[in-house]
């Protein structure tokens, strides 16, 4: 791997690092927030809720901006609205400004989600790529870990909390400006020597490059209206069902609301609280072991050997509490490690491909389209998750809640073993053939 392509994705990844952070920084912020505005329940979730309002329109709107201004453009537009909301949240007069400022935001992380891991996945090498594309995910983990410090170290200076945002966006900014564009996207807009040249920054020989370029120019033409093709469709599924399931297999209702369910099963707010740092921590040690098996093992392995430890963890978990609904001693301890586990098994598997899978498998020609459409799906189904889940657990209480979620990610194994390949060492124009020679589902 060259030191290039590490650059490339390392500086790309901040955009991540800006998702996360922007996301989990209203954390620490809200109950400051609430005091300073006289906010009620209702006002707290309109706020809370305004990020992922503004990413659903970033989604919509990511696939057309990658395509018509290049990958390397969409992520430096991301970046220059990431600045712009996070000084706009900074200084917010009044609370409908900071609300625009959370929906502004969330644009940049909508188009962030989608352009950088399009761009790193068309410049990575086949045996790289996917390590390189989790380092997005990875970045998220740390953008969110980092809201966490930041809202305990700046206490009530939610403005402050806002505003450190503001440097991350600007050094994405300036790193994106020296980094090239993607040769895929260069290629296919006319500029196959650009297109080269790009390449040449990034394989270690002239002879990966070549072998790059004539699989570029076998590649058919394609059109918007080909995604309604038949032959496209086991590509839609596999990414669009993945994009689902990494919401409703529970794993952001667990960030999220991790306090809430384990107050609701009888745990004191200090050892919830400790249960949720200890969610983050793990969170992050598992994205990061992924980074490293999914290369090695696989997207389609790596998905099927944690996946069933996340429904045994979520089985554990739900029969303590159906035993025990106020566990004590041991009892605790098993909830406690099934909490973990679940996070550990789901987050190391899902979170990591997630992220992947769409920029893999979709064709160049609607690459960017069809990764906005899995954004969008991600995010449509995040909103109804958060707000749901405290339903949920209304009404089904924690045991019923952890039952159904064991259920759910059942349901994912057996649709990961139906629907999803196994993508790893290909090239991008490999797995665009075998979805064109109806093989795609074949590859194991």
Request: charged share 15%; proline share 4%; net charge positive.
């Amino acid at each position: 791997m060259t030191r290039s392509l590490l650059v490339i994705a390392g500086v790309s990844s901040l955009g991540g690092l800006l998702f996360g952070y922007d996301t989990g920084i209203i954390s620490g912020a809200l109950p400051t927030i609430a005091a300073d505005f006289g906010l009620g329940d209702l006002g707290q979730q309109l706020i809370t809720s305004a990020i992922i309002v503004g990413a659903i329109a970033g989604a919509c709107s990511s696939g057309r901006l990658s395509d018509r201004l290049g990958r390397r453009r969409a992520i430096i537009v991301a970046a220059t609205v990431f600045a712009v909301g996070a000084l706009l949240a900074a200084i917010a007069p009044e609370l409908w400004t900071l609300g625009i400022a959370r929906l502004v935001l969330g644009f940049a992380v909508g188009l962030a989600a989608q352009a950088v891991p399009v761009y790193v996945a068309e410049l990575a090498s086949p045996d790289r790529r996917g390590g390189l594309v989790v380092l997005f995910q990875l970045a998220i983990t740390v953008g969110i870990l980092a809201a966490y410090l930041a809202g305990y170290a700046l206490d009530d200076g939610w403005r402050w909390m806002f505003g450190l945002g503001l440097l991350p966006a600007v050094i994405l900014l300036l790193g994106m400006l020296a980094l090239p564009e993607s040769p895929r996207w260069l290629f296919t807009h006319g500029n196959p020597a650009a297109a080269r040249a790009v390449l040449s920054r990034v394989r270690p020989d002239d002879q990966a490059v070549d072998a790059e370029i004539a699989d570029l120019a076998t590649v058919p033409k394609g059109r918007l209206a080909m995604l309604r093709a038949p032959w496209l469709r086991p590509a839609l599924i596999a990414g669009i069902g993945l994009a689902i399931a990494s919401q409703v297999t529970g794993i952001n209702a667990i960030i999220y609301y991790a306090p809430t369910i384990l107050g609701d099963a009888g745990f004191g707010r200090d050892a919830a609280m400790l249960t949720t740092v200890g969610v983050g921590l793990v969170n992050f040690l598992m994205v990061a072991v992924g980074i490293r098996l999914v290369d090695r093992l696989g997207r389609r392995r790596l998905l099927l050997t944690l996946l069933p430890g996340a429904v045994l963890c979520l089985v554990a978990l739900a029969a303590v509490l159906m035993i025990q609904p106020a566990p004590d001693g041991a009892a605790r301890w098993v909830v406690i490690l099934g909490v973990l586990g679940y996070i550990a098994c789901n987050g190391g598997s899902l979170s990591v491909v997630v992220w992947l899978a769409g920029p893999e498998m979709y064709p160049l020609e609607v690459r960017s389209v069809a990764v906005a459409v899995s954004t969008f799906a991600v995010w449509l189904f995040d909103l109804v998750v958060s707000l749901t889940t405290l339903s949920l657990t209304s009404a089904l209480g924690a045991t019923g809640t952890f039952w159904l979620f064991a259920a759910v990610n059942a349901l994912a194994v057996v649709f990961v073993r139906r629907f999803v390949p196994e993508t790893r060492a290909r090239s991008l124009e490999d797995i665009e053939n075998a979805l064109r020679a109806g093989t795609f589902r074949a590859m194991r």
